[in-house]
T-cell receptor
Framework: EPEVTQTPSHQVTQMGQEVILRCVPI?????FYWYRQILGQKVEFLVS????????KSEIFDDQFSVERPDGSNFTLKIRSTKLEDSAMYFC???????????FGPGTRLLVL | GDSVTQMEGPVTLSEEAFLTINCTYT??????LFWYVQYPGEGLQLLLK?????DKGSNKGFEATYRKETTSFHLEKGSVQVSDSAVYFC?????????????FGKGTMLLVSP
């Protein structure tokens, strides 16, 4: 069964450093998403992406964040200058259509020291 | 804005016990409602969904009914198994966003002992 994969599973970084979280969505899906979950809090929507453009973003997704589909398979989330409060589990998801089920990856746990 | 509230965990049950995990929502429109499950070390998986009032979603013995009058979507299972131990997330999607954004609750951990 096709699945969304994410790398790395864990990442530790120093405050102020840039990190890139990688996702490989399901191959025939066209809609891509990033969510995050700070420990003990809700899973929060960050951004949705379609046709090489951001289609929607939340207030959390400020200028330090960017997304990219650099090739035909990867979908990345870049955090330019990490802050302590960026420590969270980051989930990637994809769907064939915005009305269809979103399939999630296992997440990347980011720890900013 | 939209929000989802679900009961705090962990919920600890013995095998074959009856499960209820409460979920209520706030939305201005007519959202679709979902339960996602996360098994240890895995991603969020869709467990069931309902797209309109009085719909019942069901899968793997789990059920939830979309109750507009009480703005609820409680998850139930008649007899849980050890393999059901996981974190369960209630979520909604809002037609105003083209259904592309999921709003989640905090998640409820379920622990089932033999």
């Amino acid at each position: 069964e096709p699945e969304v994969t994410q790398t790395p599973s864990h990442q530790v970084t120093q405050m102020g450093q840039e990190v890139i979280l990688r996702c490989v969505p399901i191959s025939n899906h066209l809609y891509f998403y990033w969510y995050r979950q700070i420990l003990g809090q809700k899973v929060e929507f960050l951004v949705s992406f379609y046709n090489n453009e951001i289609s929607e973003k939340s207030e959390i997704f400020d200028d330090q964040f960017s997304v990219e589909r650099p090739d035909g398979s990867n979908f990345t989330l870049k955090i330019r200058s990490t802050k302590l409060e960026d420590s969270a589990m980051y989930f990637c998801a994809s769907s064939a259509d915005p009305l269809e089920t979103q399939y999630f990856g296992p997440g990347t746990r980011l720890l900013v020291l | 804005g939209d929000s989802v509230t679900q009961m705090e965990g962990p919920v600890t049950l013995s095998e074959e016990a009856f499960l209820t995990i409460n979920c209520t929502y706030t939305a201005t429109g007519y959202p679709s409602l979902f339960w996602y499950v996360q098994y240890p070390g895995e991603g969020l998986q869709l467990l069931l969904k309902a797209t309109k009032a009085d719909d019942k979603g069901s899968n793997k013995g789990f059920e939830a009914t979309y109750r507009k009058e009480t703005t609820s979507f409680h998850l139930e299972k008649g007899s849980v198994q050890v393999s059901d131990s996981a974190v369960y997330f209630c979520a909604l999607s809002d037609p105003r966003s083209g259904y592309s954004t999921l709003t989640f609750g905090k998640g409820t951990m379920l622990l089932v002992s033999p």
